[in-house]
């Protein structure tokens, strides 16, 4: 990286810790730190969503698969698109209708205080463990990369991530996540350019790769269990988007319309990120055959596919732009977790166990201290994976996703339709599919599947991965689901207090939320807000188009920052136009 990538990168840190700064006055109480009072407009949930939706590993692990195998890894984006249709629909107006602050609120109304306990401390550490391995492969790749230290990048993004949530909490988290979506997108978007014109164009693109990475005709007979793979993800990216402890994503925007909105939105930027982040890694094949020799320090050179032909294709300066997209992924991720896991401390274990009496400043207090503990904790966590780097740590927190975070999330997802259960029915479910995942990786192994399968030749690494994730995916969820559908039989057998709260929760997440016109001033706010913090960063950007560079990358940068320029001051347009509405009728 050049110094100019080093000062784009040391402003967008600069620029994250303003827009947590000017949000803070938004807070007044516990719902306005943690789920932004209910007040959020659409565009800035779906932009929120969207992005939390992935990491870092999208343009590393994500790309070293298409980078090696090719599209198969779309699969897994374009199920997380379908999810957000789904939660559109379905998912997203209910989650807004529970009117709570936190997802342990809601497991707490669907199946009891015992439930709730159950899942919180299920959940805090594993979204700990989850975020601290995040922040740790982020520090890592751009340590062999780029030469970063992992120390310094551990300390500066999750410093930063932490005081975004400190100052401004869910508020700035939601403003920051959305401003790094307008800069993440079209700078992939320049990269997805840059690399089809490297090959020739798109003609020559799909001509060069047709035959091995964009070859569809192996979901049907390519002998790797390509098709098992690609439904198991599908299915499984359903019932991860859509559990509730996804729902706080949804439980900040303004009513059930703006659910809905949002949620469409998140599947329109998941499609156009499926198009956008693959085309570079698939054009590096062709272009940089040998990653070993650039990216010495990497264990899986594939990982560095992206940079690779971002770096040989990318305007001087250009790249720290991109680094501070990659850093936005997996920040975003971490903040919006570290915001809820502070809430549900607060929320669902120091309120009503330590401090039932609690006024509203104190437990704004000890959300805040639990943002800062949270924080330090995660970059404990991965400063400590550092000093044991001989681990799998990847491969344990992939077997998590299979074996711990697939059960917790099936009642969570099934009780939201299906609700005369009984309240044994959330954890049992989730103890059915931890024993399913074990037995499941231990008697359905790869062995089993080719002696039951013997179509399918010889299976390589991809193939053996397949098949392991599908079959564990599909056990978990048919066992899961059957089990919790059974236990109907018994909700008679429940006392009448448990059988009216799940009746009064029917009702209540079937009662839409509609603001309609209140609160028009404080969205004219939000939109005035974003829409000046929008102009600074565009242009800044179009002035990185002074660097001395061919005139092809100087209008890359215009375009960057012609895209934030534009929306920053449509959305203050739009806020003076309301505004002035009211005085001209």
Partial sequence: MTPYDYAVLAFYFAYLLVISWVFRRFIHNVSDYFRSGGQVIWWMAGGSAFIVSFSAWTFTGAASRAYGDGWPILAIYLANAAAFVSSAF???????????????????????????????????????????????????????????????????AG???????????????????????????????????LAIGRLGGVGSFVHQLSSTRLDFGRLFG???????????????????????????????????????KAALLAAGLMLLGVVIWFVPPMAASVTNPNLAQAYPGLRHPGE????????????????????????????????????????????????PAVRPQATERELLLAGKAATVGFGLIIMALAWIYSRYEQFSLFQLMLDFGVLVALPQTLPLVLGIFIRRTPAWSGWS?????????????????VEWALRAFPDQGALDSWGRGNWEQAI?????????????????????????????????????????????????????????????????????????????????????FLFCGAVLLAIGAALILNSRTRAEAPSHA
């Fill in 90 to 156: 379905y998912f997203a107006p209910r989650f807004r209708q529970l009117r709570v602050i936190t997802s342990m609120q809601a497991v707490r109304a669907r199946f009891g205080p015992g439930n709730e306990q159950f899942f919180m401390w299920l959940t805090l550490p594993l979204r700990t463990m989850y975020a601290g391995i995040w922040l740790y492969g982020l520090a890592v790749f751009f340590s062999a990369a780029f030469g970063m230290g992992v120390s310094a990048t551990l300390l500066l």
């Fill in 472 to 556: 564990a995916v599909a056990m978990n969820i048919a066992v899961g689901t059957a089990w919790f559908c059974g236990s109907r039989y018994f909700y008679r057998r429940e006392s009448p207090a448990y059988q009216a709260a799940i009746e009064a929760f029917g009702r209540q997440i079937e009662q839409p939320v509609d603001e309609g016109d209140a609160g028009l001033a404080l969205d004219d706010r939000q939109s005035r807000l974003i829409g000046w913090l929008c102009l600074p960063y565009g242009g800044v950007i179009c002035l990185l188009s002074l660097i001395p560079n061919p005139p092809g990358g100087r209008l890359a």
């Fill in 222 to 260: 390519g002998g790797d269990f390509l098709l098992f793979w690609c439904l198991a993800m599908l299915a499984k990216q359903f019932f991860s988007a859509n559990s509730l402890t996804e729902a706080p994503r949804y439980f900040c925007v303004k009513d059930s319309r703006h659910a809905r």
């Fill in 304 to 351: 560095g596919s992206f940079f690779a032909i971002a770096t040989s294709t990318f305007p001087v300066g250009m790249l720290g732009l991109l680094v501070s997209g990659v850093f936005a992924a997996t920040m975003s991720a971490m903040d919006a977790g570290l915001n809820s896991n502070a809430g549900i401390f607060v929320k669902n274990f120091y309120q």
């Fill in 159 to 193: 410093g930063t991530v932490t005081a975004i949530a400190l100052l401004g909490g869910s508020w700035a988290v939601v403003a920051s996540d959305f401003i790094q979506v307008l800069v993440l997108m079209p700078v992939t978007l320049v990269a997805t350019v």
């Fill in 429 to 445: 479910t989730v103890l059915v599919g931890f024993a399913t995942g074990l037995l499941t990786r231990h008697f359905l192994t």
